[in-house]
């Protein structure tokens, strides 16, 4: 039993990390500097919801089979000892596998945080040289996927706004012209790793 618990733990921490691993991934990319693998792993958000209640359910079972009264054939038993339980069969180790999966779960919706700070420069144009373009992107999959492409295009001179949408699968970037390029503009979202149509 007390193995069992170990390997429910275990079983809840991978599943929380696969159903965030789509939205973890493009935060990892940037701070490594290496962000043309951000949509690796987006082919696991399909599996999301599932993943969810696996961590869900392995856990609730877990801290069942931790908390649950021990019966009288139990207790008769000698061959366990209730001297010391180590500490990773213990409340507090499932505890912190709970809060683990928890924040895991919730990562989608606090992953902006981790994003650097990129404050949209002050364009100064003569009214009308904005130009507006709109670009189709594929492997998108959560809140974090548009943040990434927000930051990537950001970064680029002569960018005033970027709208990325999952849900709609596009981005949408309001620009100067003369600062910089819908190609450059391409190139940025491209090096996200996400799927670029013009």
């Keep these: 039993m007390k193995k069992q618990s170990n390997k429910l733990a275990g079983a809840s921490i991978l599943a ?21 693998i951000a949509a690796t ?10 993943l969810i ?8 079972f877990a801290w069942y089979q931790l ?13 366990e000892t209730d001297d010391q339980k180590p500490f990773i069969q213990g409340k507090a180790f499932l505890g912190m596998v709970t809060v683990f999966a928890a924040l895991m779960l919730a990562f989608p919706y ?3 945080v981790f994003y ?7 364009i100064t144009t003569q009214e009308g040289t904005l130009t507006n373009a709109e670009f189709k992107v594929e492997g998108m999959t959560c809140a974090a996927c548009e943040d990434h492409i927000r930051h990537a295009v950001s970064s680029l001179s002569g960018i005033q706004s970027v709208d ?7 981005a949408t970037v309001s620009f100067d012209p003369t600062r910089t390029t819908e190609e450059e503009i391409f190139d940025a979202i491209h090096s996200t790793g996400y799927t670029v149509k013009k």
């Design 116 to 122: 650097p700070s990129n404050p949209p420069s002050v």
């Design 16 to 36: 929380a990390v696969a159903a965030s691993l789509c939205c973890i991934t493009p935060v990892l990319a940037i701070l490594s500097g290496v962000t043309g």
């Design 67 to 79: 908390l649950k009264p021990r019966t009288a054939e139990e207790m008769d038993c000698d061959c």
């Design 164 to 170: 990325a949408s999952f849900t709609a699968g596009s």
């Design 110 to 112: 606090y992953s902006f």
């Design 53 to 60: 209640a696996t961590t869900i359910l392995v856990l609730l």
């Design 41 to 50: 792993f987006s082919w696991i958000e399909p599996a999301r919801p599932f």
